[in-house]
């Protein structure tokens, strides 16, 4: 899971994952189609949680356009309580919350970081996109789980991260392109 969260956010910001990853992208996508496990369902969450709540708090400050901060924005509002279910989640599964991104996606991270303007823009909604695919592909397969909470919590927050999504997709298709 750790390897297809990280050819997502590979992807997005322009970096092939076949070059970084050992993992082909059809392998990835057959990976995430593999029997639910939980334990694992959580630790890629809290993972992609992580990044979205700071690649959102870092496009409040650099956003451009104002629709792209005020997804941002949301996006910060509605995480903290897929946080606090995935915190739940997590204490139930004895799965340590991830506080720092490994040193891949850190790098990913400061790239975006750097950006600035309609780049930034950009980037940001590209990541945010692929990120919340592999949201919903997860989220997706956890309804599949036997666990009653990772079901509720899956049920709960797939229609979040689909709005996200929506509105992502919505807002990049109207911002000019440099």
């Known amino acids: ?5 990280m050819a997502v956010v590979l992807a997005a910001m322009g970096v092939s994952s076949v070059a970084l990853s ?8 057959a990976e995430i189609a593999t029997v639910h496990d939980d334990a694992k369902f ?3 969450a809290a993972n992609s949680n992580l990044w979205s709540v700071r690649a959102a708090r870092l496009a409040v400050r650099h956003a451009r356009n ?3 901060e005020a997804l941002a924005l949301l996006e910060i509002a509605e995480h903290v309580n897929v946080t606090e279910g995935i915190e739940t989640l997590a204490a139930k599964f004895d ?4 506080t720092e991104f490994d040193p ?3 790098g990913l991270f400061q790239r975006l970081s750097n950006l600035r303007g309609n780049r930034f823009d950009r980037a940001y909604l590209h990541t945010l996109i692929e990120a919340h695919r592999y949201d919903v592909a997860i989220l997706s397969q956890a309804l599949t789980s036997r666990d009653a909470d990772v079901k509720a919590f899956a049920q709960k927050n797939l229609p979040i991260l689909r709005g996200h999504l ?3 997709q919505e807002i990049l ?6």
């Open 1 to 5: 899971m750790k390897k297809v969260f």
């Open 22 to 29: 050992e993992t082909p992208p059809e392998e990835a996508t």
């Open 42 to 44: 959580v630790q890629a």
């Open 66 to 68: 104002s629709k792209v």
């Open 95 to 98: 799965v340590e919350m991830p």
């Open 104 to 106: 891949v996606i850190a």
């Open 166 to 168: 929506d509105a992502a």
């Open 173 to 178: 298709r109207m911002l000019p392109v440099e």
